[in-house]
Structures are given as C-alpha cells and as structure tokens.
Antibody
Framework: EVQLLQSGAEVKKPGESLKISCKAS????????IGWVRQMPGKGLEWMGI????????RYSPSFEGQITISADKIISTAYLQWSSLKVSDTAMYYC???????????????WGQGTRVTVSS | DIQMTQSPSSLSASVGDRVTIACRAS??????LAWYQQKPGKVPKLLIS???TLQPGVPSRLRGSGSGTYFTLTISGLQPEDVATYYC?????????FGGGTKVEIK
C-alpha cells in the first residue's frame, strides 16, 4: 500500500527555521514526482512545487520560489519542505502528495499525506 | 501562470438534485484537469483525472467533462456524503494551479 507519512504539528516563532518531512512507503520513491500543497486556515489549496527524487529535479510555483526549499533523500524515501525564516503568514496546513504516475510530472496528485499543521506566532 | 476559476464558490442543493460545478482555465490545458474532493477536516482526495476518468471507488453519480479551457463536474443525485469542497487542478504546465474551490452543502 502506498503511504505518505508526514511529520507532526509545529509551533514556531517568526524568523525561525523549519523543515517538515514526508516519508514514503509502498513504492519506488525515486520513480515518482512528489509535491507540496499549502492550505491556509479556511482557504483553498495552493500548489507549491514538486521534486523528482530520482535526479532531484525541482519545480516551484513562482508564488513560493525563493521562500521555500523542497528536497528529498532517496536513501530514506523522504521528501522535505523547509523555510529559513518563517513568517506569521506561513501558518497553514501543508500536504505532501505523490504524482500518480511513475516518471511523469504531468499527472494528478494521489495519494496525499495526512498533513502537517504549522503555526507561526510570536 | 494558468489561472483556474471555479464557479460557483458555493452551492446548496437538496438530496437527489443534480449539481454542476464549472472550472475555467485561462488558457488551453487539453484534458490535463483533475478534480479533488475535500470533506471538512479531511485530506483532499482525487476523484477524476484527465478531465473525465473516474478514480476507482468513486461513485458513478460523479461525472467530469470538458477539454481545453472549460470543464465541469456534475453530481447526479446529490447525497449527504457529497458534502465537501471540490477543487479543480491544472496539471498541464507548472505551476499546477488549483481552482478556488466550490463548497457543496445540503439544503
């Protein structure tokens, strides 16, 4: 069974750094693109970016480029989303999700992780 | 970037009604269009890929159609378990933008 298990909820202060994780199991991690999606409180889904763990090719939404870093570790089948300096406006639920077809970036997201809630407050 | 515009933003209908949600892309995306369902407090779930391909286990009362710039999701015979927010997504070109969502409620 394909599963994506995300790290637990985080409470941070503005200016702090953070790295959240998404551990994959049940498939060949290096062969599927994996993406990150933001959902701010009471709002819709926002596509942030994707990474191909096979060669670390990464694509970002212009809305997020420069604000986040997406990375992956093939050895432990884990993708990451990190911030170097959090803002209050980064408060949101963050989902990782696998692109549904092997090797293709142009496919929908399925399955999804359970989400990681990030709260940034002074 | 391709903008995805959904309408309406919310709707309320009776059990058994037929409801239609529209999704318009700012430029042509062929059939690279997915629909997701997010129930309150839950993780989004892929319903439809390639504009009209139902995912395994998705009830046949849901139907997707369209190509190019205009797409629809139709629920024929609305059920209480369909209460959710529905999102379309372009996956033709990066960024793979989502529509703003349509909240479906029971009257």
């Amino acid at each position: 069974e394909v599963q994506l298990l995300q790290s637990g909820a985080e409470v941070k202060k503005p200016g702090e750094s953070l790295k959240i994780s998404c551990k994959a199991s049940g498939y060949s991690f290096a062969s599927y693109w994996i993406g990150w999606v933001r959902q701010m409180p009471g709002k819709g889904l926002e596509w942030m970016g994707i990474i191909y763990p096979g060669d670390f090719d990464t694509r970002y939404s212009p809305s997020f480029e420069g604000q986040i870093t997406i990375s992956a570790d093939k050895i432990i089948s884990t993708a990451y989303l990190q911030w170097s300096s959090l803002k209050v406006s980064d408060t949101a639920m963050y989902y990782c999700a696998r692109v549904s077809e092997s090797g293709s970036s142009t496919d929908p997201l399925d399955p999804w992780g359970q989400g990681t809630r990030v709260t940034v407050s002074s | 970037d391709i903008q995805m515009t959904q309408s309406p933003s919310s709707l309320s209908a009776s059990v058994g009604d037929r409801v239609t949600i529209a999704c318009r892309a700012s430029q042509g995306i062929s059939n690279y269009l997915a629909w997701y369902q997010q129930k309150p407090g839950k993780v989004p779930k892929l319903l439809i890929s390639a504009a009209s391909t139902l995912q395994p286990g998705v009830p046949s009362r849901l139907r997707g159609s369209g190509s190019g710039t205009y797409f629809t999701l139709t629920i024929s015979g609305l059920q209480p378990e369909d209460v959710a927010t529905y999102y379309c997504q372009n996956y033709n070109s990066v960024p793979f933008t989502f529509g703003g969502g349509t909240k479906v409620e029971i009257k």
